[in-house]
Structure formats: structure tokens, C-alpha cells
């Protein structure tokens, strides 16, 4: 599975952006998907998560009310809408394919990762 991830970019404080993941090479629809993101100096952290149906969303404290999972399962893809965003949100997102179906926070659930777009919120 290949993961594709788009959509970063440098916005104000407050602004909107939104992520996008395209899945290729194999169909992920029954797989979990799911966004972290590592910012300069941290480890990978958890941001959202998306069960294979999408019926189950879970996502970091740090985002709740501001970010919104969603996906495709036809188009085979996975979006992060962003709303709200503080500087704290600045970093590089990667989406990635889980295991199994199970919406889980921990990286470990993972198996496949894109590589990576950078998010920059100035304050």
C-alpha cells in the first residue's frame, strides 16, 4: 500500500486547512486510517483516527471540536480537516494505514505511512 498525503501548507493562526490521503497499490477499506504528526524536537504523536466504515472516529484531546476525520472508502481515501488551528498544531502529518479495522491511537496499530506534509501555522 502506498499512501499519499497533500494538502499542508503555512496559514494564520485560526485559519483552515485540510489533508488529504489517497491510498494506492492495494484497497483500504477495511482498514483503520489514521493522521499523527511530529513536530520539530517531539515524537510522532496521535491526532485522529477512522474505523473501516467510518461509524467511529477518535481523536487527540489536543484537536477535539477543531479537526474532523473522514473518508472514502470507495475513492479510497482519508481526510483531516483542520479549523481553528494555533501554532501548537504546527508540524509534518502523516496519514497511515492500519492493521486492522480498529480505529486505535497507538503507532504500533499502523502499518503503512505516507510520507509526510508539512503544516505551518504562524502565530
Known amino acids: 500500500v502506498q499512501l499519499q498525503a497533500s494538502g499542508g501548507g503555512l496559514v494564520q493562526a485560526g485559519g483552515s486547512l485540510s489533508l488529504s490521503c489517497a491510498a494506492s497499490?492495494?484497497?483500504?477499506?477495511?482498514?483503520?486510517m489514521g493522521w499523527f504528526r511530529q513536530a520539530p524536537g517531539n515524537e510522532r504523536e496521535f491526532v485522529a483516527a477512522i474505523s473501516w466504515n467510518g461509524g467511529l472516529k477518535n481523536y487527540a484531546d489536543s484537536v477535539k471540536g477543531r479537526f474532523t476525520i473522514s473518508r472514502d472508502r470507495v475513492k479510497n481515501t482519508v481526510n483531516l480537516q483542520m479549523n481553528s488551528l494555533k501554532a501548537e498544531d504546527t508540524a509534518v502529518y502523516y496519514c497511515a494505514a492500519g492493521r486492522s479495522a480498529v480505529a486505535g491511537s497507538a503507532s504500533t496499530m499502523y502499518a503503512y505511512w505516507g510520507q509526510g506534509t508539512q503544516v505551518t501555522v504562524s502565530s
Open positions: 497499490g492495494r484497497t483500504i477499506s477495511n482498514n483503520a
